[in-house]
């Protein structure tokens, strides 16, 4: 079974512009969730889809928005990029939500904002 | 605020030996505590967890300890082998299954 599938891997972008990032879960996985990676924060939660629907959201600002597609698939988007968003974004797909549903993640897309 | 704290941000214990890893919470509303691993260029995978309502949950080499009167719980690794070197996240679930993350804790297993 594949496991997490992040797009791209790495992406060099300036202030200002906007990315999209892109996971695909693991096949039956209906839940996807993303993470920001940071040295000094560790791993901060951004926000939880599933089956189309946000259930949580972390507290980031409005510039970082997400979605989930009818396949599962997800894409979380920033916009205006800042210098401080430079990071490693980690998605992770579980089977259901909650304690019972250990997330599986994907290797991560690392983000350099210049 | 942070509610998941892992205060020691690395560790380096002999092969062979005991390895303690700390995580410490403030929230009494978490009710499921998990522990990951993470290797460079990879993503975190989900090693052990735990329920509020245990004390204690082992698999294999790793051992979970969860003392809900300190809000503090521990993962045990016995005995320690140079795979496991690494960084460990702890985790706590709320009620919403909201997931937080401790910053990691970066262990070191020396031959």
């Known amino acids: 079974k594949a496991g997490v599938t992040q797009t791209p891997r790495y992406l060099i972008k300036t202030r200002g512009q906007q990315v999209t990032l892109s996971c695909s879960p693991i096949s039956g996985h209906r839940s996807v969730s993303w993470y920001q990676q940071t040295p000094g924060q560790g791993l901060q939660f951004l926000f939880e889809?599933?089956?189309?629907?946000?259930?949580n959201k972390g507290n980031f600002p409005g510039r970082f928005s997400g979605r989930q597609f009818s396949n599962s698939r997800s894409e979380m988007n920033v916009s205006t990029l800042e210098l401080g968003d430079s990071a490693l974004y980690l998605c992770a797909s579980s089977f259901l939500t909650g304690a019972n549903s250990p997330l599986h993640f994907g290797n991560g897309t690392r983000l350099t904002v210049t | 605020d942070q509610q998941v704290k892992q205060n020691s941000p690395s560790l380096s214990v002999q092969e062979g030996r005991i390895s303690i890893l700390n995580c410490d919470y403030t929230n009494s509303m978490f009710d499921y505590f998990l522990w990951y691993k993470k290797y460079p260029a990879e993503g975190p995978t989900f090693l052990i967890s735990?329920?509020?309502?245990?004390d204690k949950n082992e698999d294999g080499r790793f051992t979970v300890f969860l003392n809900k009167s300190a809000k503090h719980l521990s993962l045990h690794i016995v005995p320690s082998q140079p795979g496991d070197s690494a960084v460990y996240f702890c985790?706590?679930?709320?009620?919403?299954?909201?997931?937080?993350f401790g910053k990691g804790t970066r262990l070191h297993i020396l031959p």
């Open positions: 889809y599933f089956s189309e629907t946000q259930r």
């Open positions: 735990i329920s509020s309502i245990k």
């Open positions: 985790a706590a679930l709320n009620r919403d299954d909201k997931i937080i």
